[in-house]
């Protein structure tokens, strides 16, 4: 077991959970962070046993985004917080939207700027009603480097992605899931129990497949729908457990 000393893992019934572990400081974000989350999202990429992966966090907030204390007198160049955080950050998103297993954010609280862009990454978000969320890049006079411009617009849309971002408005919820961000929300008590109610709904079925969809839905983001279609049928992947599951219809 590896000692971490700002994130929390704990694995069970095929499902790992990385929690965030800051609460003092709204699990801000800090390079520390930000190495311990991927040596714990590429040990659990490399663990066959894990189906679904959680990632959450500790307190009031899944992250209130950015420690910019953390940067001490570093010069923000160009409205970007610097390759410090950049590059591990660039890299951990890129883990949580390829690895084998399905990666849930569950968002418990405030969720702002590049927490929004990790949670983003991830293949499924759930939050809290009561949560906040909110893309505040223009309030700090940043600009997203960690993929939210990319695939913000994916999620709900152009002119909704201009707007949060324009307004660096906060929303809970509720409006994550109206605007296709989230794909489920749940009052902060019950929060739990719902992600725990869409993991059980999906690890019964074929990680083939979901390896699968992973990649199809991620070049069908990238590339549009000709050629989406034309590497949906042209793509041939590895399947050991088709035979199993169609027997008793056949």
């Given at each position: 077991?590896t000692?971490?000393?700002?994130?929390?893992?704990?694995?069970?019934?095929?499902?790992?959970?990385?929690?965030?572990d800051r609460?003092?400081?709204?699990?801000?974000?800090?390079?520390?962070?930000?190495?311990?989350?991927?040596?714990?999202?590429?040990?659990?990429?490399?663990?066959?046993?894990?189906?679904?992966a959680?990632?959450?966090?500790?307190?009031?907030?899944?992250?209130?985004?950015v420690?910019?204390?953390?940067?001490?007198?570093?010069?923000?160049?160009?409205?970007?917080?610097?390759?410090?955080?950049?590059v591990?950050?660039?890299?951990?998103?890129?883990?949580?939207?390829?690895?084998?297993?399905i990666?849930?954010?569950?968002?418990?609280?405030?969720?702002?700027?590049?927490?929004?862009?990790?949670?983003?990454?991830?293949?499924?978000?759930?939050?809290?009603?009561e949560?906040?969320?909110?893309?505040?890049?223009?309030?700090?006079?940043?600009?997203?480097?960690?993929?939210?411009?990319?695939?913000?617009?994916?999620l709900?849309?152009?002119?909704?992605?201009?707007?949060?971002?324009?307004?660096?408005?906060?929303?809970?919820?509720?409006?994550?899931?109206?605007?296709?961000?989230?794909?489920?929300?749940?009052?902060?008590?019950?929060?739990?129990?719902?992600?725990?109610?869409?993991?059980?709904?999906?690890q019964?079925?074929?990680?083939?497949?979901?390896?699968?969809?992973?990649?199809?839905?991620?070049?069908?983001?990238?590339?549009?729908?000709?050629?989406?279609?034309?590497?949906?049928?042209?793509?041939?992947?590895?399947?050991?457990?088709?035979?199993?599951?169609?027997?008793?219809?056949?």
């Open positions: 077991m000692d971490y000393t700002e994130i929390h893992v704990t694995t069970a019934d095929r499902v790992a959970t990385v929690t965030m609460p003092e400081a709204l699990n801000a974000i800090t390079p520390t962070m930000l190495a311990e989350l991927n040596h714990a999202f590429d040990a659990i990429a490399a663990d066959e046993a894990v189906v679904v959680v990632l959450t966090g500790r307190g009031r907030a899944f992250s209130a985004g420690d910019l204390k953390a940067l001490g007198e570093r010069e923000l160049a160009h409205g970007k917080v610097g390759d410090i955080l950049d591990p950050a660039r890299r951990l998103t890129g883990r949580l939207s390829t690895m084998r297993a990666v849930i954010a569950k968002v418990n609280g405030y969720c702002f700027t590049g927490a929004l862009e990790l949670a983003m990454a991830c293949d499924l978000m759930v939050v809290a009603d949560a906040k969320l909110g893309d505040t890049h223009a309030k700090f006079g940043l600009r997203p480097t960690w993929g939210l411009s990319q695939r913000l617009p994916g709900v849309g152009l002119a909704r992605a201009r707007e949060l971002s324009y307004t660096a408005r906060m929303f809970g919820g509720q409006e994550a899931v109206a605007y296709g961000l989230a794909a489920r929300s749940a009052p902060g008590a019950e929060l739990d129990d719902a992600v725990a109610a869409l993991i059980a709904e999906i019964p079925n074929s990680v083939n497949s979901f390896v699968a969809y992973k990649e199809m839905y991620r070049v069908a983001q990238e590339r549009g729908i000709d050629a989406g279609l034309a590497f949906e049928y042209g793509t041939d992947y590895p399947f050991n457990d088709t035979d199993e599951r169609v027997a008793d219809f056949r």
